[in-house]
Each structure stands twice: as C-alpha cells, then as structure tokens.
C-alpha cells in the first residue's frame, strides 16, 4: 500500500511537471511540435492509466465522470469514421482537456494533490503566459501594423482564474487576480473580460461569507472597500483603453465580430437537413469547421452540427450535472464560491469561443476534479 502511494505520487508530480512543461513551449521550451506530441503522448498515457484504474472501482466512478469519459469517447469515435487523420488539432486538445481529469481526480481524492501543488503550478505557470501574452502581441502590432489589436493569448489566462482564490492569505488573491485583469483588459477580449469581472465579484463574495475570525461589520466594510478599490481599478484600465471601449460599445449595439452570422448558417445547415441522421447525429467530426468559413465560436451550435442532437444532450448533460453540484449542501463555503467561478468560465467560453476544447485545459484537468473530488473539505 505504500509502495503503492509512493508510486501514485511520482506520476502526479510527473503529470504536472509535463503540463506545465507543455505550456511552456516557445518560452522554456522550443516551439516545436516534436516535443508538444512527446509530451502530449506522455501525458495521455499516464492519463490513461489511472482512467483504467478508476473503472476498475466501480462505487469511485460519478454519474459525472462516466458523462465526461462518454463525451470524450464520442469525439473520438466521430474522428476516427469522419476525420481527416492529418488534421487532429482539435482531437488533440480535447484529450487534453478530458483525459487528465480522471487522474487528477485520483490524485486529489488520495490528497496527493494538494492546494499547495495547484499554487505552485499557478506561480510557476503565470510568469511564463505573461512572457507569452507579450510576445504574441508584439508579433501581432508589427504583423498588421496597429497598435489597437485583439490577442487570443489572454484565453490561457481565464483558466488561471480559479488558482487565485486558492491562497490563505486573501491580499495574494487580489494581488494576482489585478495582474490578470491588467492582461484582460489589454487583449481586448470581451469574453475574457466578463469571466474576470465573474471573478472579481467572487473574490469578494468569498471574502465576504468565507472569512472567519472577523466580526460581521468589519468583514462588510472591508469587502465594501475592496469592491471600491477593485472597481476603480477596473474602470481606470477601462477607460485608458478606447479601443476597448469601442468593441464593448460596439457588442452593446449588436455587433458580434460575424459570429452571428457563422451560427446562422450552421443552424441552418442543421435545420434544413432533409435526413434524419444529421438530426440526431450530426454531420461529423469538426462539421462547423469544415461547413463554414470559420468555426462557429459557440461550443452548443458546434457540439449540435456536428454531433447533432445525441452529442447536444451529451454535452447538456455536464453542465446540467455541474449546475446540481452547485445547490448540494454538502459543499464548504470557499471551495463553492471557486466551484461557481468554474461554472461561470465554462459558460461564458461555451457561449462565446470554446470551453471543451479550450487553450486552458489545467482549469478542466486540476481545478474541477480537485473541487469535486474534496468538497466536503475546507481549503487546508
């Protein structure tokens, strides 16, 4: 049993040594794409493994998971009979993102993964996507020859979200989630935005409901002035900032950078099938992809047109299972406000870009099953 534990420590450590070691590529790493599949290729493996594992106990198996592992066999089923073998890019990242939950959720429930093992991913990762964020936009100001420019790079920032509430000492929290609202704010990215104003109101709530050892007045006034501080901070970088200012306005009055027009043609393209097979079972791996000029920005009419209604009631059925967790009351209070800001994230990127195959698997492979895994418990 200890040789066990000690050997189910070696592959956590190693799992998120190889995680952080993906996303460092191009900063600590060369970008090449050698090395992204040898580390991808390891860490399925391992993933896999404890997957295995974990089927083999059946009562350790959630109504959850069995929901998440059938999406991802689903996908991976719909690549192998539609898919173009030489184009796996989508594939590859939603292995990333489901794969790795099942030994992270072992791992977590054994407390081998611990809060600190999630700060420390978070402090080790954090400076290497602000490298990132700067490069890629530099690269992108020189490449169209503006300064006023949308980068996609802040998207690895919203799965970072959920680490800052993690720390003890709550002047750390507020520290790291303005370092990562200033990078929100100057991508321009509205979606990245709304999940980082659902983060700050969360931070304040919990400071609020969560603290303890303060009395009730003070804990108010406190939360009164960071709410204060945090809002002036935002509106300040807000108001810097005209180019944002114009596409919020601009979002205000309907404009949505052409994804509406993108929806309606796949919904259309789905709608006005005249079989019933595209109905209930889509048009097939990555459909929207190749059925428009873009992919559709939107995880629901995705799933829909290329799963049809059977991959929709799939992937309905995670967030319906991740909207129950949030009323069960066998939660602790600091654990839930971070298990809504999860939600939130996942919504939000459903509706707006992509959740399920998102650039920020490490929210979906070590913040979810962590939270899930260890409700009960108060964050030690």
């Not at 493996?45 to 106990?57: A, E, G, H, Q, T």
């Not at 109504?63 to 996908?75: A, S």
């Not at 009631?313 to 009351?329: E, G, H, T």
């Amino acid at each position: 049993m200890k040789r066990q534990r000690i050997i189910d420590k070696f592959n956590c450590y190693i799992l998120l040594i190889l995680n952080l070691l993906y996303y460092t590529q191009g900063v600590l790493l060369p970008d090449g794409e050698a090395i992204g599949q040898l580390l991808l290729a390891i860490i399925l493996i391992i993933s896999f493994y404890y997957l295995f594992k974990m089927l083999l106990i059946k009562n350790k198996f959630t109504p959850f998971m069995k929901v998440w592992l059938f999406f991802m066999i689903m996908y991976l089923i719909y690549f192998l009979l539609y898919g173009n073998y030489a184009d796996y890019g989508i594939l590859k990242m939603v292995l990333l993102n489901f794969l790795p939950f099942f030994p992270f959720y072992y791992f977590s429930e054994k407390e081998i993964l611990t809060r600190k093992h999630l700060i420390a991913f978070f402090l080790v990762l954090l400076p290497v996507l602000i490298v990132k964020f700067n490069r890629s936009i530099i690269e992108l100001r020189l490449e169209r020859m503006k300064e006023n420019v949308v980068d996609n790079t802040v998207y690895l920032f919203i799965g970072l979200l959920p680490f800052v509430f993690l720390f003890k000492k709550k002047i750390f929290s507020f520290l790291f989630l303005m370092i990562i609202w200033f990078y929100m704010i100057q991508s321009a990215k509205r979606a990245a935005i709304l999940c980082g104003v659902a983060a700050l109101i969360l931070i304040v709530i919990e400071y609020l409901y969560a603290s303890e050892g303060k009395s009730k007045i003070k804990r108010y006034i406190i939360s009164l002035f960071l709410l204060f501080a945090i809002g002036y901070f935002g509106y300040d970088l807000y108001t810097q900032n005209q180019y944002l200012i114009e596409r919020m306005e601009g979002m205000l009055g309907g404009e949505s950078s052409g994804r509406d027009d993108l929806i309606e043609t796949l919904l259309g393209l789905w709608y006005q099938s005249d079989s019933l097979i595209p109905y209930l079972f889509g048009y097939g791996y990555n459909a929207s992809g190749l059925h428009s000029i873009h992919v559709s920005h939107n995880d629901w009419v995705d799933v829909l047109v290329s799963f049809g209604l059977m991959g929709f009631l799939v992937y309905l059925a995670i967030f319906r299972l991740l909207f129950l967790q949030i009323f069960q009351k066998d939660w602790s209070r600091d654990k839930k406000v971070i298990f809504l800001l999860v939600v939130c994230i996942a919504v939000i990127t459903s509706l707006t870009s992509r959740w399920y195959w998102s650039s920020f698997a490490y929210m979906q492979i070590l913040i979810l099953p962590y939270l899930l895994a260890t409700h009960e418990k108060k964050i030690a």
